[in-house]
Each structure stands twice: as structure tokens, then as C-alpha cells.
């Protein structure tokens, strides 16, 4: 039979809380049960005067509204307020009601000018701090790893560096002849080899690549720590796209120590972060180092480095012909080594071991040589079970934490322009993948929750009995995976005992 459905007829009046319209599994009204934001309106105080002008939004409204947005991958402000214009659960998460007039989307601009991005970046702290107190985080394993964010700038607004040297070399001024003028600087005679073009719409993003298939974009570069317990975005950094992962990562893990005050015990990490002072620093810190060093190319033009041994007992390094090298000078992070022009001159090896343009063979021994080659040998034979295990969750824990930002949160590209900027759009993305996690720990009650994971063991325990290889390995790879991490279900161990 067919329905008919009074359309014209309008009720005067809601007869109830708004909390009761919005469903109790709606994400917004679990994230309100574990967001805590009653600290910031004193945290910003400082930035508003407290005796003049007309009052501004409330600071946790804001925030809220800002979240609300991220939640459901709405990152432009005005589509946001356009959404929360009609969307209830938006509405009563940011604690408006439902004929309360709503800010102008250019506030929440103004209040992250206001603010600046170190007040969020306190606000995705203290999700942390939230999931480190509710057991979701033990630090002891930590996956760190880099994502590129598209700029928002177009491909237009790009320009070579040189062009703009030289146009601010020779401004342009009334006077034709001004430039021609003795004294005045002129045109550089020569183009810098490494021109790169940069955006004149936002000069912090600069061009980058992840791989050598991929055209270079504009881009900013995040970099990201993650727990292996439950997935918890332990810290997060943002540089122009052209900075080094490798350089940051002991600098990222003192952080992490410092906002979970836990030790960190296992770093892992890609081969880009394999540099030889990341080795030597975690070493000397008693920290495992799960990062695979870098490859080295099967056919090299000239005799590699490798072929050198490095004495580190006697500082010097011998080459293959057994002729000494010794310390020449010092760079940056390393130690240049040089071999003798007497012996390059009359060795045998001379035209595949010195290049054309050089009279004696040099080596360059970067600090932390040593923890380096440790590495590399552990590598060559074969990492243990446990170790490949944990690089293996590497993969899912941290490029599965960027895959969840950029999907499900938009952070694929920046929506607004500048460093500072883009770190707020991280700060409060990484938060509200943290208020998921806890959000998700809010679903079932700790007894059941403990009743389930016994289940599982008991089931992995049988399979183990039986003998079952594939069947035991498809089940312990389920448990371990993020969605049984944080929420067991009764479906999960009912589909894996069928
Ligand atoms: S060319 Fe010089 S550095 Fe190279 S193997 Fe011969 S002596 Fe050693």
C-alpha cells in the first residue's frame, strides 16, 4: 500500500533536546562524550582584550565547529558554515541551538590568525595526553613516516627563483636609461644550476615528488609519528615539501617522549630516514632501529665506497688497493678522506677507481659510519621474525594513518595557503583521528570488551591445536588489524570460527 506523507504541515515547536534528535552511534555525539576543550578559553585569553570591542565567538564553539568540519571531511569554511546551517548534529556538537544565529565563516579565519597554529597544535596534545590516560597508548613501538599535501596554489602562479632575482635586481622605475646607470646591479651572467620554480601565491610550498615517476607539485610535507598500539598520532610536524624526513626523526621521537613521558624502545621507519646519525643517535639512546638502509646501486660507475674499509680505531680508511686515506678536511657531518697522489698515480685501478676531473680518490665517512654498517649487516642477513613482523605493521600503521587523513579528512591538499596555516589543517586533523580512537574505546564496556579478546585467543589457541597454518595465519593477521584493535566484535570471531 502506498504511503502518503503530510508535507505542508509544520510543527511550531521541537519537543525535545536536540541531543535526542541525533542518533546515539552518530560520530559527534560520541566524540562529545571524550572531548574535553574546557581549558581554552583560558589558554586564549592573551589574545583578545578583555575590557573592549564587541564579544567574539565562544573559543570552544569555534573549535567544535572546526572539528565538526573535519569529521565529516569538510574543510572550507564556507561550505562548513553553509552545512552547519542545516545540519543538527553540527549544530548542538558546537553548542548552538537550533534558531541561534551561527558566526560568519570569516571568524573562524580571523580566530586562526588570531590564535596562531601553536594554540592547535596544544589542542591535538592534549588528544594525546587524553588517549595516552585512557590506555590507548604504550610508545614503546613508534612508526614514523612522511606524506607530501598538495599546495592550493595553481600551476600558474608558479616561477623560476632566477626570474624573480633578477626582476627584484632590476626594479623597474620610471626612468628607461635608470637601468643602464654605473653603480646599479645588473643582470646575473649565469643561471643557478638548481633553478626550481616556486609559487609567487604561497612561497612556503615548495616542489617535491614521492617517487621519480611522478611530476614534481607544489607541495608541504608532513611528518608523522605514530603508535603501534592502537594507531594514536603521537606527533605530527609540517615543512615545506622539500625538507628532509631523515633529519627530523630524532628530533620527532624526543617530542613523542616528552608528550607521552613514556621511553620509546622500537622506531620504524622507511629507507629514506636510513641516514647514519639517525642509526648512531638511536643507538646511543638504547632505541631499535627498524629501518632498512637504503639501497645500493648493483653497477656502479667507479669502485663504490664500499669497497673502502674504514678504520674507525685509527681514523683512516683503506682502499681496495690497500693504500691508506686520511682525514683531509671536515664538512657539516662528515669527514672527508683522501688518498695519497702518489699512490692513485701508479695504481692499476686507477681509471675505475679516480674520477676523470679528480687527481686522488676521496671519501666522504658521514658521522655514525659504524651504527650505519651494524645496520646494513643486520639487514644483509636476514631481518628476525619479530623485527620483519613490526616493519610489516609499519606499513599499515603509519601509511594507513595517512591514508585515513587524506581520504576521510581531506588533507590531501592544503585549503589554505602558508606554512602556519597548513600546520593548523594538520593539528586539527590528527586530532580528531585521535578523538576517533577514543570515541571508538567509549563503544563497548571494558568487561565485554575483555570477555571478546579472550575469545579471540581461545580461538587462535584452538586453531594453533589443529594445525591450521593458513586458517591460524589469516586469524592472527584479523586480530592485529587496526579494526580489531580498536573495536572487537562479536562478528569479527564468528565470521573467522566459520
Ligand atoms: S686509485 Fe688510489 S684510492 Fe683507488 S685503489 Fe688505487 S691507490 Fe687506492
Not at 560520530?27 to 575590557?51: A, N, P, Q, T
Not at 537550533?98 to 591535538?124: C, M, N, V, Y
Not at 587524506?406 to 593539528?427: M, P, T
Request: glycine share 6%; aromatic share 6%; charged share 30%.
Amino acid at each position: 500500500m502506498i504511503g502518503r506523507q503530510e508535507r505542508w504541515q509544520e510543527d511550531l515547536f521541537v519537543a525535545c533536546p536536540l541531543r535526542e534528535l541525533i542518533p546515539d552511534d552518530h560520530i559527534l555525539k560520541r566524540v562529545d562524550k571524550v572531548l574535553d576543550l574546557s581549558w581554552l578559553r583560558d589558554e586564549v585569553r592573551d589574545s583578545y582584550c578583555l575590557d573592549n570591542g564587541r564579544p567574539g565567538i565562544d573559543p570552544e564553539g569555534a573549535v567544535r565547529l572546526m572539528l565538526a568540519g573535519l569529521f565529516q571531511g569538510i574543510v572550507h569554511d564556507r561550505r562548513l558554515m553553509r552545512e552547519a546551517q542545516v545540519n543538527l548534529a553540527i549544530r548542538w556538537f558546537a553548542g548552538y541551538r537550533l534558531q541561534e544565529r551561527l558566526p560568519d565563516h570569516s571568524s573562524l579565519t580571523r580566530i586562526r590568525q588570531r590564535w596562531g597554529a601553536d594554540r592547535f597544535k596544544r589542542i591535538f596534545l592534549k588528544t594525546v595526553k587524553a588517549c595516552v590516560e585512557a590506555g590507548l597508548v604504550n610508545a614503546e613501538t613508534v612508526h614514523v613516516d612522511a606524506t607530501l599535501i598538495r599546495a592550493d596554489v595553481s600551476w600558474e602562479s608558479l616561477t623560476e627563483r632566477h626570474a624573480d632575482e633578477v626582476i627584484k635586481q632590476n626594479p623597474c622605475t620610471d626612468d628607461p636609461d635608470d637601468g643602464n646607470r654605473p653603480g646599479k646591479p645588473g643582470r646575473p651572467k649565469t643561471k643557478p644550476k638548481n633553478a626550481k620554480k616556486h609559487s609567487t601565491t604561497d612561497p612556503d610550498a615548495t616542489l617535491t615528488t614521492s617517487c621519480k615517476q611522478v611530476r614534481m607539485e607544489p607541495c608541504y610535507k608532513q611528518h608523522t609519528a605514530v603508535d603501534d598500539k592502537r594507531g594514536v598520532v603521537l606527533d605530527v610536524e609540517v615543512t615545506t615539501g622539500e625538507a628532509s624526513e631523515g633529519e627530523r626523526l630524532i628530533r620527532q621521537i624526543d617530542r613523542v617522549e616528552d608528550s607521552t613521558g613514556r621511553k620509546v624502545r622500537t622506531v620504524t621507519a622507511d629507507s629514506a630516514y636510513a641516514h647514519s646519525k639517525n642509526y648512531m643517535a638511536l643507538e646511543n639512546r638504547k632505541i631499535e632501529a627498524v629501518i632498512p638502509p637504503q639501497t645500493q646501486r648493483k653497477k656502479p660507475k667507479r669502485i663504490p665506497a664500499r669497497r673502502f674499509k674504514y678504520d674507525g680505531k685509527h681514523k683512516l680508511v683503506r682502499c681496495p688497493a690497500g693504500k691508506t686515506l686520511r682525514r683531509s678536511h671536515r664538512e657539516p657531518w662528515r669527514w672527508i678522506y683522501r688518498a695519497r697522489g702518489l699512490d692513485c698515480r701508479n695504481c692499476a685501478l686507477r681509471a675505475r677507481c679516480v674520477p676523470p676531473s679528480a687527481k686522488v680518490r676521496t671519501i666522504a665517512i658521514a658521522d655514525g659510519h659504524e651504527a650505519l654498517l651494524r645496520a646494513r649487516r643486520r639487514h644483509e642477513k636476514g631481518w628476525d621474525r619479530p623485527t620483519r613482523r613490526v616493519y610489516h605493521r609499519h606499513r599499515w600503521r603509519s601509511e594507513g594513518a595517512h591514508g585515513e587523513a587524506k581520504n576521510w579528512h581531506a588533507l590531501r591538499r592544503a585549503f589554505r595557503r602558508r606554512l602556519w596555516n597548513v600546520e593548523i589543517q594538520a593539528y586539527l586533523t590528527a586530532a580528531v583521528m585521535n578523538l576517533k580512537r577514543l570515541a571508538r574505546l567509549e563503544e563497548l564496556p571494558g568487561a565485554e570488551r575483555a570477555a571478546l579478546r579472550q575469545s579471540a585467543a581461545l580461538l587462535l589457541a584452538i586453531l594453533r591445536l589443529l594445525g591450521q597454518l593458513e586458517v591460524r595465519q589469516a586469524a592472527e593477521k584479523h586480530f592485529s588489524s587496526p579494526a580489531w584493535d580498536v573495536a572487537p566484535s562479536k562478528q569479527h570471531i564468528f565470521h573467522l570460527a566459520a
